[in-house]
């Protein structure tokens, strides 16, 4: 079988062909002509400059996923790094509706409307500024939240919306998530609730709005 050398990421791999067809079901199988078993040649794939193949996905782990196809035994090292961050968390998020999108929303700092640099406005001379995002955990959130924006004080304003999802983790598992994916971009952050009280004599507190406070220096 022959040899393919791999960029993933920007990780190097080498491994047989066959190896990445083992498993005729698996996504790799399917990119790499798994269904064709009989060609000898790998399909026309994107290659980088040195011509390797390419796949354009995180590769600090592919290396586990080689060495199952070459073994069919699960890697026992850094099972939970591999699970958790890989798949449990990945699989979350992805259930939550446009969650990359949001997150590139608050660190970006090419529009006038993003987290980032209404923070930075905030800020002033201050070491402290803090701005307001929305976690809808359920569709019943989404119609409170439309009621509660019009409780916010005089200036305040959500910038980002996040949720509803379908799946069990928390509020406080996404806010996690939140915070660790702002500060992976550069940030120092801290997620706190910011309750929002009704106004009327009948009062209601809304509690889906968070306080993200960026520390500057």
């Known amino acids: 079988s022959p040899v393919v050398q791999l960029n993933v990421g920007g990780h ?5 062909l066959s190896t990445l067809r083992r498993h005729p079901d698996s ?7 798994g269904q064709q078993q009989q060609q000898q040649q790998p399909p026309r794939l994107s290659t980088d400059p040195g011509g390797r193949y390419f796949i354009d996905r995180d590769g600090a782990h592919f290396g586990a996923v080689l ?14 790094e591999l699970f958790g961050e890989t ?3 990945q699989q979350f998020l992805s259930r939550v509706p446009h969650y990359l999108e949001n997150i590139e929303r608050c660190v970006s700092v090419r529009s006038n409307q993003v987290l980032i640099r209404i ?4 800020a002033i001379a ?3 500024s803090s701005i307001l995002i929305s976690v809808l955990r359920t569709e019943e959130d989404v119609g409170l939240h439309d009621n509660a924006l019009g409780s916010l004080e005089a200036g305040e304003e959500s910038a980002v919306t996040f949720g509803p999802w379908k799946a069990s983790p928390s509020v406080d598992d996404l806010l996690d998530c939140i915070r660790t994916d702002v500060e992976r971009r550069g940030y120092r952050v801290s997620i706190k609730l910011h309750p929002v009280a009704e106004r009327g004599f009948m ?10 406070t960026f520390t500057w220096w």
């Open 12 to 16: 190097l791999f080498s491994t047989f």
């Open 27 to 33: 996504r790799l199988a399917e990119m790499f002509g």
């Open 67 to 80: 060495d199952f196809l070459r073994s069919d035994r699960v890697p026992t090292e850094h099972v939970s």
């Open 87 to 89: 798949v449990g968390r």
């Open 119 to 122: 923070a930075r406005a905030e």
């Open 126 to 128: 201050s070491r402290h």
């Open 203 to 212: 009062s209601r507190s809304y509690y889906c709005f968070y306080k993200v």
